[in-house]
T-cell receptor, first 113, second 113 residues
Framework: DVKVTQSSRYLVKRTGEKVFLECVQDMDHENMFWYRQDPGLGLRLIYFSYDVKMKEKGDIPEGYSVSREKKERFSLILESASTNQTSMYLC????????????FGPGTRLTVT | KQEVTQIPAALSVPEGENLVLNCSFTDSAIYNLQWFRQDPGKGLTSLLL?????REQTSGRLNASLDKSSGRSTLYIAASQPGDSATYLCAVRRAGGGNKLTFGTGTQLKVEL
């Protein structure tokens, strides 16, 4: 059974803190993604990775960085959290068959105060 | 730039009714289209994926159709149940390679007893 897990369901951090969001998939997928979801804006891609140590910017990478040291793990880093980064963060993964179907984790609701 | 629109933003129907959710996209050069379900505060669950060469896909009470030339997809839910209450999202992947999804903002469905 396909499984994508995220380290926290809810997280509260203070402005200026460094924040790590972790995502792990057990499907041996090559590709992993980080999205944020905001009311009225839908899901927007922050970063994705197509291999270990490889990454590409998505549509809204500013204020974020990522790390992929192992195939199954993809981390999103907020170097200095700000209140406008309060959001729902969703991780996803997929492999390279023709379907490209993406599988999502349960999400992390981050609040920056 | 691809834009994906879902109308209506919210829908309330009585139990047992058949219903149709709409998704439209501005660039018809897509590789595939995926429908997701999202329960409040949760991640996304993939429902159906339609390749650009297909006209429809079915899974249980769900049927998704695709008219690529007109930039439209519909998700048909037969005999709706209260458990179908959720937000339904569509997402398109552009043709010509690439692994990014462009999401609509979703239709929030409530099925009432």
């Amino acid at each position: 059974d396909v499984k994508v897990t995220q380290s926290s369901r809810y997280l509260v951090k203070r402005t200026g803190e460094k924040v790590f969001l972790e995502c792990v998939q057990d499907m041996d997928h090559e590709n992993m993604f980080w999205y944020r979801q905001d009311p009225g804006l839908g899901l927007r891609l922050i970063y994705f990775s197509y291999d270990v140590k490889m990454k590409e910017k998505g549509d809204i990478p500013e204020g974020y960085s990522v790390s992929r040291e192992k195939k199954e793990r993809f981390s999103l880093i907020l170097e200095s959290a700000s209140t406008n980064q309060t959001s729902m963060y969703l991780c996803a993964s997929n492999s390279l068959p023709s379907s490209y179907e993406q599988y999502f984790g349960p999400g992390t609701r981050l609040t920056v105060t | 730039k691809q834009e994906v629109t879902q109308i209506p933003a919210a829908l309330s129907v009585p139990e047992g009714e058949n219903l149709v959710l709409n998704c439209s996209f501005t660039d018809s050069a897509i590789y595939n289209l995926q429908w997701f379900r999202q329960d409040p505060g949760k991640g996304l669950t993939s429902l159906l994926l339609i390749q650009s060469s297909q006209r429809e896909q079915t899974s249980g009470r769900l049927n998704a159709s695709l008219d690529k030339s007109s930039g439209r997809s519909t998700l048909y839910i037969a005999a709706s149940q209260p458990g179908d209450s959720a937000t339904y999202l569509c997402a398109v992947r552009r043709a010509g390679g690439g692994n990014k999804l462009t999401f609509g903002t979703g239709t929030q469905l409530k099925v009432e007893l």
